[in-house]
């Protein structure tokens, strides 16, 4: 009896942003219930999954031959389906240890230019996973429904999402996507971008988790105020083989992410081409709305402000924002009819 009441207050219904560098899920009257990287370390001899997440996400470039650390996502989209799969069943399934989830319904957020084909994918993945109905939002859609900007009104309303494998640019206006435009460059080039830069400068190979590290703690788009920076990086010493530091600037790390952060900037330009006048005036007002982990490199407001002459925002947890509008298209019945889809 007390199970069938408990049962009663938890609804089955998830928001999920399955995102190339992190996988969060939102519990409709929760909230955000799992947020951990999109990665799967497999033991090869018999493909058993050996941990997912962050546990997985720390043996990335550390594993021994018979151990896989995969990311199953890349650019936005799955590319190992099989493992995206066991991933999002192995959450799912987390979910229903602690609660009394019985298969349920599924938003799942996805690229806004994904194919028919890719779309069909990630919701039969997501039906093997556990989910009884699956319906799709288009990320730029959910970001801004996040953000709390009002798309149910005639407005344009730009959004700027930078993940980790995909940057999307979007006007919304009505509840659709009026133009976008999308590159599949974002937080993991910013990644690689480091590595070659210091390969070619420092001839030293670093791995992408460092170089991860680096551009968290020391990135930046714009020349920002204050001291100067430096922090110690390691890696192998390409000439010798051996373990090696060297010590490396903001100046150093800004100038190795210019050229994904300018193919970044260059996406708002190349969007606002194809932007009717209206709305195209509309958003010289509102200005532009930043989300995704990658809006969080410093002074990339200052640098996109700077090139658009138009007022940017980041919005105040980037990391979050799609997976809270999603679960704010659960929660309203309304916004749920107008912006999912089943095809
Ligand atoms: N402080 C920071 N500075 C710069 N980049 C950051 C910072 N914090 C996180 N990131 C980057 O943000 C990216 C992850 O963002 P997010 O979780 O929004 O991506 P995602 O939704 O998984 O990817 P996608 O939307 O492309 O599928 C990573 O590349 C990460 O390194
Ligand atoms: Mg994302």
């Known amino acids: 009896m007390l199970r069938t009441m408990l049962a009663g207050l938890f609804s089955d219904d998830l928001a999920v942003d399955l995102g190339t560098a992190n996988t969060l899920i939102f519990v409709r009257g929760e909230g955000i219930v799992l947020n951990e990287p999109s990665v799967v370390a ?6 058993s999954v050996l941990a997912v997440g962050r546990e997985a996400k720390a043996m990335l470039g550390r594993t021994p031959g018979n151990i896989a650390a995969i990311r199953p996502l890349k650019g936005g989209v799955i590319a190992d389906f099989d493992v995206t799969e066991r991933m999002l069943h192995y959450f799912i399934a987390g979910l229903h240890r602690r609660r009394e989830l019985v298969r349920p319904r599924v938003v799942l957020g996805v690229p806004s230019d994904i194919t028919k084909v890719e779309r069909r994918a990630v919701r039969d993945s997501a039906v093997r996973a556990g989910a009884r109905e699956v319906y799709l939002v288009e990320t730029p859609v959910a970001a801004a429904i996040g953000a709390g900007l ?6 344009g309303n730009m959004i700027v999402d930078i ?10 206006s009505l509840y659709g996507i009026v133009c976008g ?7 993991d080039e910013m990644d690689e971008a480091i590595v070659q830069y210091v390969k070619k400068r420092h001839n030293l190979l670093i791995g992408e988790r460092h170089a991860e590290e680096i551009k968290v703690r020391l990135g930046s788009a714009y020349p920002l105020p204050g001291e100067r920076q430096a922090i110690a990086v390691k890696g192998r010493d390409l000439t010798d083989g051996l373990p090696k530091s060297i010590v490396i600037s903001d100046e150093e ?5 210019r050229e994904p952060v300018m193919t970044i900037a260059e996406t708002v330009p190349a ?12 958003i010289a007002d509102r200005g532009i709305v930043l989300t995704g982990g990658g809006a969080l490199l410093k002074g990339l407001e200052l640098l996109l402000a700077r ?9 105040a947890d980037p990391l979050t924002c799609v997976v809270m509008g999603i679960g704010k298209v659960l929660e309203n019945p309304d916004l749920f009819a107008a912006v999912t889809r089943t095809d």
């Open 42 to 47: 497999i033991n090869q001899p018999d493909h």
């Open 150 to 155: 009002p798309i149910e009104e005639p407005g």
């Open 163 to 172: 993940g980790g494998g995909t940057t999307e640019v979007a006007v919304i």
């Open 181 to 187: 435009k999308s590159v599949r460059v974002a937080g």
């Open 253 to 257: 790390v800004r100038e190795a992410l």
């Open 271 to 282: 969007c606002f081409e194809q932007t009717p006048p209206e709305l195209a005036a509309d």
């Open 307 to 315: 090139e658009t002459r138009l007022p940017v925002t980041v919005v």
